[in-house]
C-alpha cells in the first residue's frame, strides 16, 4: 500500500473483516460509495477522509460499519440513496482513462445493483432486467457510456412504477437503445403494444 491508498488486499480486508460486508452484493458498492473509492478494489485517502467526513461519522470502525448497515437496509427502499450508488458505480467500475464500461462488466454491475439487498428491476408481471439483458445480448455490440448508464436507471423507475411502458414516447429523451428496446419489446409480443398502436396497425 502507498501512503495514500489501500490496494485490493487492505480494501478487501477493510470492507470485510471491519465493515462486515458482503463483497458478492450491492453491500461492497455500498460502502465503497461512502468511502469515496476512486476504483474498485481500491480506497484513497481523500475519499476515505472526505468521505465519511461528510457522512457524519466518527473515525471508528465500529460506527462506519453501524453507519453502512444502515444505508444497506435503506437500499432498496430508498430511490435517492440507490441512485447516488448506482451512479458511483459506473464511476468506480470503468478504467480511469475510459468514457464507457464493456457490456460484460455492465451486465456484472446491473445484476449486483437489481438483486438484494439492492432494488430489484421488476414490475408485477415482467423482469425487466432479464428483458433488458436478452435484448443488448442479441441487439447491442458497443460498450455502455454514461448517459446509456443514467438513463437505463431512469427507465427502470419508471418502468417499475409503469409496466406498459405508457410514459415512453418516440417523441421523448430517451437513449435510442432504450427506444429500441421499448419497440422491441412490442413488437416481440413481450410487452403488450398500447390499444391505439394496435388500432392504428
Not at 427502499?77 to 475510459?98: G, S, W
Amino acid at each position: 500500500d502507498s501512503p495514500d491508498s489501500l490496494a485490493l488486499d487492505s480494501t478487501s480486508t477493510y470492507l470485510q473483516d471491519k465493515l462486515a460486508v458482503n463483497p458478492e452484493t450491492a453491500e461492497l458498492l455500498v460502502a465503497m460509495e461512502v468511502a469515496q473509492a476512486p476504483a474498485v478494489g481500491e480506497i484513497s485517502r481523500k475519499g476515505f477522509v472526505e468521505g465519511w467526513k461528510a457522512a457524519g461519522v466518527p473515525p471508528n470502525t465500529k460506527d462506519q460499519a453501524k453507519h453502512v448497515r444502515s444505508l444497506i437496509k435503506q437500499l432498496s427502499t430508498n430511490a435517492a440513496l440507490f441512485k447516488k450508488v448506482y451512479r458511483y458505480t459506473f464511476i468506480a467500475a470503468k478504467e480511469p482513462d475510459q468514457k464507457a464500461i464493456s457490456l460484460e462488466y455492465a451486465f456484472i454491475y446491473w445484476d449486483t445493483l437489481f438483486s438484494p439487498p439492492g432494488m430489484q428491476w421488476k414490475s408485477e408481471n415482467y423482469d425487466w432486467l432479464d428483458l433488458w439483458k436478452t435484448y443488448l445480448t442479441d441487439q447491442w455490440t458497443r460498450s455502455v457510456n454514461r448517459d446509456m448508464w443514467n438513463m437505463t436507471l431512469e427507465f427502470a423507475f419508471k418502468s417499475m412504477q409503469d409496466e406498459t411502458l405508457s410514459f415512453w414516447s418516440e417523441d421523448g429523451a430517451w437513449p435510442s437503445v432504450i427506444d429500441d428496446f421499448v419497440i422491441w419489446c412490442r413488437d416481440s409480443g413481450r410487452v403488450p403494444k398500447p390499444e391505439k398502436m394496435e388500432s392504428d396497425a
